[in-house]
């Protein structure tokens, strides 16, 4: 399922790079790539005032990112190729998808709330992964997780790769988040929906404990304290 859902976000992608620019009747030149972002992705203000005719967008924005960007689209599935396949290992394919449909939901309709008025189009698949980072972070919270070092001068000493805990690295993301959301209340202008990374995150972790089995079966090797695993067979 995981893997499903990364197929489905690449192809919608290059399907959006791919489509052609079009001249409209007035001599205007458009992307149908932008137009499809225009129409499927998720508008605040239409959703709250057309709930009925644009309800949808909710779940088509899920699985839109910004054309021109290719970096929106290999950071979420980085994230996603990285936690999401263990969090489907636990919970297994079905209620893998009712998680990551589910915190993509809240993730919407928190950030539609945050600025109802807003006409700039939510896109990106950010919300449902952040439910997924909150999974893993309950399912898994010590399993030793690869990063790159960001401070260079450092690498001399611990070198250009950090082994941390995976409860580090996902509080990290949601405290972040929290933080760059509320500096940007207010804001006009487009950028990166931090409320939607938030709702998903919490919508992750409430959805997980109703979907949740019991009991879940892990072999992955746990953090010591503050001592790593000796094997690292993933990053």
Not at 57 to 77: E, K, Y
Not at 104 to 122: K, N, R
């Given at each position: 399922?995981?893997?499903?859902?990364?197929?489905?976000?690449?192809?919608?992608y290059v399907?959006?790079?791919?489509?052609?620019?079009v001249?409209?009747?007035?001599?205007r030149?458009?992307?149908?790539?932008?137009?499809i972002?225009?129409?499927?992705?998720?508008?605040?203000?239409?959703?709250?005032?057309?709930?009925?005719?644009?309800?949808?967008?909710?779940v088509?924005?899920?699985?839109l990112?910004?054309?021109?960007?290719?970096?929106?689209?290999?950071?979420n599935?980085?994230?996603?190729?990285?936690?999401?396949?263990?969090?489907?290992?636990?919970?297994?394919?079905?209620?893998?998808l009712?998680?990551?449909?589910?915190?993509?939901?809240?993730?919407?309709?928190?950030?539609?709330?945050?600025?109802?008025?807003?006409?700039?189009?939510?896109v990106?698949?950010?919300?449902?992964?952040?439910?997924?980072?909150?999974a893993?972070?309950?399912?898994y919270?010590?399993?030793?997780?690869?990063?790159?070092?960001?401070?260079?001068?450092?690498?001399?000493?611990?070198?250009?790769?950090?082994?941390?805990?995976?409860?580090?690295?996902?509080?990290?993301?949601?405290?972040g988040?929290?933080v760059?959301?509320?500096?940007?209340?207010?804001?006009?202008?487009?950028?990166?929906?931090?409320?939607?990374?938030?709702?998903g995150f919490?919508?992750?972790?409430?959805i997980?404990?109703?979907?949740r089995?019991?009991?879940?079966?892990?072999?992955?090797?746990k953090?010591?304290?503050?001592?790593?695993?000796?094997?690292?067979?993933?990053?």
């Amino acid at each position: 399922m995981n893997y499903a859902l990364i197929a489905l976000n690449v192809l919608v992608y290059v399907g959006e790079r791919l489509a052609p620019v079009v001249r409209l009747d007035d001599g205007r030149r458009v992307s149908l790539g932008d137009a499809i972002v225009r129409t499927y992705g998720l508008v605040p203000a239409h959703l709250w005032d057309r709930p009925g005719e644009t309800v949808h967008t909710i779940v088509t924005s899920m699985f839109l990112h910004d054309p021109a960007s290719l970096a929106h689209l290999g950071a979420n599935m980085l994230f996603l190729w990285i936690f999401g396949d263990n969090v489907e290992d636990a919970l297994g394919g079905f209620r893998y998808l009712v998680l990551y449909l589910g915190a993509g939901f809240l993730a919407a309709l928190t950030q539609a709330a945050v600025a109802p008025g807003s006409l700039i189009p939510i896109v990106g698949a950010s919300g449902a992964i952040s439910g997924v980072l909150a999974a893993y972070g309950v399912l898994y919270p010590r399993s030793p997780v690869t990063v790159l070092n960001p401070v260079l001068p450092l690498w001399l000493v611990f070198g250009p790769f950090l082994v941390l805990p995976a409860w580090l690295i996902i509080a990290e993301y949601f405290i972040g988040n929290l933080v760059r959301g509320i500096l940007t209340i207010g804001a006009r202008e487009g950028g990166i929906a931090f409320f939607a990374h938030l709702g998903g995150f919490i919508g992750g972790f409430l959805i997980l404990r109703a979907v949740r089995p019991t009991p879940i079966d892990s072999s992955y090797e746990k953090w010591s304290q503050w001592r790593s695993p000796t094997k690292r067979p993933w990053r």
